[in-house]
């Protein structure tokens, strides 16, 4: 790997780092104010929408940087929320202290890939969060749904190559994640390394109709 490379690695992990940070911190101030609705008739939906997104961005920044266990707490923690939004559980104080546990986690996962340790043991915050989310009914019987079958892949592989030009239009990676979020949803994303430089690789599962492909490789 030449010393541009890693720059450039260096770098993207830097902007990880920076808004993982900002959404955690948004993560905390938000928990507060939802443990203020344990045992209240009704929960703010905008505090629920907003702690929502901040948990799928971290699922899908983590996963972008394969940083496994901070993409599978965030991921939990979405379940309780979804939850929570379809009104399929009451908000709890366990629901709101296995939240804060995962916050608390993540921060730790986050901090040891930041400073190059190992990544800590996830596995006891992981049936906390779990032990709130609720099974779903299905002909009075109570069971969490199986897990679902793994597919055969995405539909597309997307490899956006960076480059000065591309830059100076404002074409960069999050400008290539968010056009692809608009038109379906991304399965994977991971930097990879080519002899020519850096790349990021996308596997998505979307509409990328022959005009649009053709608009984008212009």
Do not use: C
């Not at 049936?127 to 079958?149: C, K, Y």
């Amino acid at each position: 790997m030449s010393s541009g490379d890693e720059h450039f690695i260096a770098g993207f992990m830097e902007d990880y780092f920076a808004e993982s940070d900002e959404h955690l911190v948004t993560a905390r101030g938000l928990l507060l104010s939802l443990e203020r609705a344990v045992g209240q008739p009704s929960i703010d939906s905008a505090i629920l929408e907003e702690l929502f997104r901040s948990f799928h961005s971290l699922k899908g920044i983590s996963g972008m940087v394969e940083l496994r266990e901070a993409e599978m707490l965030a991921h939990e923690m979405e379940s309780y929320l979804r939850a929570l939004r379809q009104q399929d559980v009451r908000l709890s104080q366990a629901g709101v202290d296995a939240l804060m546990a995962g916050v608390a986690a993540l921060e730790r996962v986050i901090g040891a890939r930041r400073e190059n340790r190992s990544a800590p043991a996830i596995g006891a915050v992981m049936r906390q969060i779990a032990a709130v989310v609720p099974d779903v009914l299905e002909s009075g019987t109570s069971h969490r749904l199986p897990a679902p079958a793994i597919a055969a892949g995405p539909q597309w592989i997307v490899t956006f190559v960076p480059s000065a030009v591309l830059n100076e239009r404002g074409v960069n990676v999050d400008h290539v994640r968010s056009r692809l979020r608009e038109r379906g949803t991304i399965a994977h994303a991971a930097p990879k390394i080519l002899a020519s430089g850096v790349a990021f690789e996308f596997g998505f599962d979307g509409d990328l109709d022959p005009s649009t492909r053709e608009a984008w490789s212009a």
